[in-house]
C-alpha cells in the first residue's frame, strides 16, 4: 500500500468515526460548535443525521479505496460536505459561541484541504 493510500485510509476511518460517535452523543460533540442548543433534542435530530452521513460517505469512499475504484467522487463529496459546514456556521454566527465560526473553519476547513491534498495525489 502506497503512502498515500494508507494516509487515505487513516484519514476516511477517523472520518467513520466522527460520524458514528456524532451520531452516538451529539450533544458532547457539538457543545462548542453550536453552544447550549446542543442540549436540545430537536438539534440532535439533524446532528444524528449528519454523523449518520458522515459515517456511510466515508466508508463508501474506504471501500472505493479498497476495491481501487475511483475514489476522487468520494473525496469530492466530503470536501463539498466540509465547506457546507464552514459556511452555514458563519451564516449562522450571531447565534452561536463566538469561536464557532473560527473553529468551523479550522476543522472544516482543514478536513477539506486534506481530503482534496489527498485528491490530487491518489492516482483515481
Do not use: F
Amino acid at each position: 500500500m502506497t503512502v498515500t493510500r494508507a494516509t487515505a485510509s487513516a484519514v476516511l476511518v477517523l472520518r467513520v468515526s466522527y460520524g458514528v460517535a456524532l451520531v452516538a452523543a451529539p450533544r458532547r460533540l457539538a457543545l462548542r460548535w453550536l453552544g447550549e442548543a446542543a442540549n436540545d433534542a430537536p438539534v440532535q435530530v439533524p446532528l444524528r443525521g449528519l454523523g449518520t452521513r458522515e459515517a456511510a460517505l466515508h466508508t463508501g469512499a474506504l471501500l472505493a479505496l479498497r476495491r481501487r475504484a475511483a475514489l476522487r467522487p468520494w473525496l469530492a463529496a466530503s470536501i463539498a460536505g466540509d465547506l457546507t459546514d464552514v459556511i452555514a456556521t458563519a451564516a449562522g454566527r450571531r447565534r452561536l459561541p463566538a469561536s464557532s465560526p473560527l473553529a468551523a473553519l479550522a476543522v472544516g476547513g482543514g478536513s477539506a484541504l486534506v481530503s482534496l491534498l489527498l485528491a490530487v495525489k491518489v492516482e483515481n
